[in-house]
């Protein structure tokens, strides 16, 4: 058992807190029960867990050990003390994972119909990105393309924020050239949500092969986005606020798209009778 708080895997482990750290090893440090078992069950590439014996009471802590010692995991055992010192949040409860960070390529993602994705501009706040990972998930969306720069699905408070759905959601990177250049070639309605649109967000068309883009928190769309879009839509405002939080704006747009699928499903083949010689 590590002891000390000055151990070097132990401040290898710290370091992960830091963007930079992350992105140069391409690793993330994921805290609690419910997401490592998530993380576990997902099949994430989990180089490490890190156990903190004192700390593990529930049940469902001793299970995820039992399946991650199964799958030969390497287990790092902490003191409290230490548990504590690389613990993100209130009440640790003595389970952590180091992950390798999972990206996919812009160029290997194919839309087919019925396909839906987010697509997100310079958002800042980590928060909003787990949330939206979240609203992904939940709204049965196939993934979320993150373009230009903003924050880290893989920072912390993203992580929890998503409750386990960067494990489960597909994550892209990639630049303003490069989207639309797959977004035109795939044929996508690309959707932006911006607050003057003259259709709300429950009129518009959102295709077969569906991109709901939102911009940033302060920002919103770039005329330019704005222009690259397929349709713009807005939410109504009818109280003294002029707009919604990023995360909650997603969700009802998302559920909107769910919402038309599931209202018009796409209709089987039809059927044809061979003729037989009776009505030949």
Known sequence: MITSTSNDRVKAIRALKRRKERDARGLAYVEGIRAVLTAIESDADIALLVIAPDLLTSATARAALQRA?????????????????????????????VICQRWRPLDSVTLEDGDRWLALTAVQDPGNLGTILR?????????????????????????RASTGAVFTQHLVRADWASFTAWASASGATVVGATDDAKTTY??????????????????GLTEAQRDFCNALVAIPMRGSV???????????????????????????????????????
Do not use: C, K
């Not at 199964?70 to 994972?97: C, H, M, W």
């Not at 393309?145 to 893989?154: M, N, T, V």
């Not at 769910?258 to 037989?276: C, F, G, L, W, Y």
């Open 202 to 219: 429950r009129g518009a068309d959102y295709g077969s092969r569906t991109v709901v883009l939102l911009g940033s928190e302060r920002e």
């Open 242 to 280: 002029d707009s919604l939080n990023l995360g909650v704006a997603a969700s009802l747009v998302a559920y909107e798209v769910m919402h038309q699928r599931e209202a018009s499903p796409t209709p089987p083949p039809t059927e044809t009778t061979p003729p037989t010689e009776a009505t030949r």
């Open 135 to 159: 609203t992904a998930d939940a709204s049965g969306a196939t993934g979320v393309i993150l373009l230009e720069s903003g924050a880290d699905p893989w920072d912390p408070t993203a992580i």
């Open 69 to 97: 010692n199964t799958e030969g995991i390497e287990l790092l055992e902490v003191s409290r003390q230490v548990f504590d010192s690389l613990s993100n949040r209130d009440g640790p409860q003595g389970l952590a994972a």
